[in-house]
């Protein structure tokens, strides 16, 4: 099993005055404690209000733009993939988007991947004037961005007519150098939409470990069912969870996540991306290094 790191919180003692700083020996500590990945949400808004399990505060809380955070990353790190979990599929034109990860991919040494989704957020997309459409059309232009990525990353340079994009040529120079491309990640867990998308599209699923085990486990059969659907692998689609771990004095032990990755991995998931309320103590992510991440990579 590999662990991965979040960080959706950067609102901390010290900032926003220390945040390159802090957010730097973040990043170094958990690349060199042997972190798998490494993840920053893409919002504009702190997103507290819809996620309290996670520690965030209201949406007034500090926020980084996702794409500028992860080419900060990349130059401080040199093993850790890196990704958005996730982009919200109506915040960037596909084809900018697309060319934006493959240059993260390239700067990075081939270290990215692609988090998508058909996005949610309506107050910090009408805040910042960006045109939120209704769920029904956020998804279709989710597939469409989807089959756009697909089509960059390959042969073909022509054209690309779908509904609501038209690309007139689709030339992607340099191309990625992970290969085949960046993995593509599609996070969230409908069952007739975003579950299908993954199996026809994507490379890897995150699902919410807070659903429990009984509704991870009937995620990822509806996924099953879906790749047998389309004639997909199931095997070949990395299954990965969100958690969170907060390693402190009353709080939850490296056993206590030992366990819940073990629980996890029965499951079938292989990836476990933990955020965590303290990480800028840096001490839970030593702990993760020294006790955790060896003692689940036979998983």
């Not at 998931?269 to 020294?290: A, Y």
Request: hydrophobic share 40%.
């Amino acid at each position: 099993m590999k662990i991965g790191l979040q960080i959706p919180n950067f609102t901390w003692p010290g900032s926003p005055a220390n945040l390159g700083s802090k957010l730097g020996e973040i990043a170094r500590t958990a690349d060199e404690a042997g972190f798998a990945s490494l993840w920053v949400m893409d919002h504009f808004f702190q997103i507290g209000t819809r996620d309290r399990s996670m520690g965030l505060g209201p949406a007034e809380d500090l926020m980084l733009e996702g794409y500028s955070t992860l080419s900060y990353l990349a130059g401080v790190t040199k093993k850790v993939k890196l990704g958005t979990l996730v982009t919200g599929v109506i915040y960037r034109y596909p084809g900018l988007l697309v060319k934006t990860v493959t240059t993260l991919d390239v700067l990075s040494g081939g270290r990215a991947y692609l988090g998508i989704g058909a996005a949610w957020n309506e107050r910090e997309a009408t805040g910042l004037g960006v045109p939120f459409p209704p769920v029904a059309e956020r998804f279709q232009r989710l597939e469409e961005a989807l089959q756009i990525a697909q089509q960059m990353w390959s042969d073909n340079n022509g054209p690309y007519n779908g509904k609501y994009y038209q690309l007139a040529e689709t030339l992607n120079s340099p191309q990625p150098l992970s290969q085949p491309h960046p993995p593509i990640l599609i996070g969230g867990t409908g069952e007739k939409k975003t579950l299908r998308l993954v199996a026809q599209y994507a490379d890897a699923c995150n699902l919410f470990a807070r659903l429990g085990l009984a509704t991870l486990h009937a995620k990822l059969e509806v996924l099953k069912q879906h790749c047998d659907k389309v004639g997909r692998d199931y095997a070949a689609i990395e299954k990965t969870a969100l958690d969170t771990a907060y390693l402190a004095p009353g709080q939850s032990s490296a056993a206590d996540v030992i366990a819940q990755c073990g629980t996890l991995a029965q499951l079938g998931f292989q990836h476990v991306i933990f955020n965590m309320p303290n990480t800028q103590d840096i001490t839970p992510l030593e702990v993760f290094g020294r006790e955790i991440i060896p003692a689940v990579a036979a998983l």
